[in-house]
């Protein structure tokens, strides 16, 4: 099957929630991908950051495989291979900055995602509200924040955007900006003992790349503990060695959660979840008060536990800050980048106001990189944890050129946007012609109204 092929087939059969870009990609290897024309791509957004170790590392293909071809799925009625061996390593990961004299095992929840193991947070921090006698169930978080597309995560998410065409949304959940300590303070005292949690993204990926300030974030836990309220890291796409240095991010920050939140690079692009707490948290949950079909399943365990077990063997934090680092640099030495912010492989970089981030997403596909877009002016950088100075240095050499070819793709973006207003305004004007002449005022006024609606639509 080829593109076109393809194109045809989601069109008529699936939801168009995503705005795909106009490529099949069919295989994968380290850093690069190819399409159905044998097109190779660098690839510096690894399947939104999940691709840690690259596309189709031998050890996880072969652990997949291995796992496919003896015992696929059973369900969590029962105890499987690997399910706690990974939910140990994730333990032991989670102390790895604290004394060995003062660890204490932390404990998983697994499931199938980033949104789903927010939700499991946001449930488990309620009930552990009722049961230490707090009087609500508030959560605060941060404006411009992403905890997911589920309706709970959705309310979690500050961004009104994406939350009006689906209100109304669960309530319980205070905005405040990031990096303000004083408006979290007044967050909790217009809202005496009933904040049961805080939760915090250490970088605001979504919104554009933006982290919470060091100082910051250890000022909000203490606050945090000083109202019992507990401390949610959404390390969905912070974690497992992404920001460098050490496994968490909340690590590089000289902090401890009370719960922590991954997805994404758990398992290397299989699709997998875990809601790790603190283990004086680990009875707050009984059983029935939580549960998946699919969360810690065979598949994904075999994929997470051989992604885990390469990542904490192979230095991964080293080689993430040196080349995070190197990245950095490198993209601010380019003169249409006005910003550069981010920690270890996830970057972000504002571009001056001739350019436009989409454009230069679909330009860099023309010339052979995955690029990303998280706003009209920044691009986001998430490639896989293996990435090295030879990918990067190819990336930078382009991006001029990229940068150009992109100027040109606005130009004609815009010019065929607006012959094609023109032409609905035409089209409008002539129906809205025909209805006054065939119907009575008020009916053509309504069918006018109807008829500008569902254009106006089609147009968003």
Known sequence: MGLEEAKKLEEHYLMHTFARKD???????????????????????????????????????????AQAESLIHVGNYYYIENRGETAKLISDLMNQCVPRFFRAPWKTFFCNSGAEANECAIKLARLYGKKVGLTGNTI??????????????????????KQEAFQP???????????????????FLENPGSVCAVMVEPIQGEAGVYPCDEEYIFEAVKLARRNSALFICDEVQTGVYRCGENPFCFQNLGITPDIVTLAKGIASGFPMGA???????????????????????????????????????GHYGESVQEMGDYFTEKLATLPEITEVRGMGLMIGADLEESLHAPSVVDAGLEAGFLLNATGPSTL?????????????????????????????????????????????????????????????????????????????????
Request: aromatic share 6%; hydrophobic share 40%; net charge negative.
């Open 23 to 65: 490529v099949m990609l069919v295989e994968g290897s380290g850093m690069e991908v190819k399409d159905d024309t044998g097109k190779t791509y660098l690839d510096f957004i690894g399947g939104i950051g999940a691709d840690s170790l690259g596309h189709c590392h031998p050890a996880v293909s072969s652990a997949i495989a």
């Open 140 to 161: 605060i978080t941060l404006d411009r924040s992403f905890h997911g597309r589920t309706l709970a995560t959705l309310a979690a998410t500050a961004q009104p955007a």
């Open 169 to 187: 949304l669960p309530d319980g959940f205070v905005h405040v900006p990031i990096n303000d300590l004083g408006a979290l303070q007044r967050a």
């Open 275 to 313: 809601c790790v707490v603190r283990e004086e948290l680990s009875d707050t949950f009984g059983p029935g008060d939580h549960g998946s079909t699919f969360g810690g399943s065979n598949l994904a365990m075999a994929a997470a536990y051989t992604t885990l077990l390469t990542l904490s063997k």
């Open 380 to 460: 986001r950088f998430l490639p896989p944890l293996i990435c090295t100075e030879k990918e990067i240095n190819k990336l930078i050499a382009a991006l001029p050129g990229i940068f150009e070819q992109s100027r040109i793709l606005k130009e004609q973006a815009d010019a065929a946007a607006a012959q094609k207003a023109e032409e609905e305004a035409k089209q409008l004007e002539e129906t809205q012609e025909r209805i006054a002449q065939d119907y009575d005022e008020e009916t053509a006024k309504e069918f006018s109204k109807a008829l500008l609606d569902s254009m106006n639509k089609s147009n968003e």
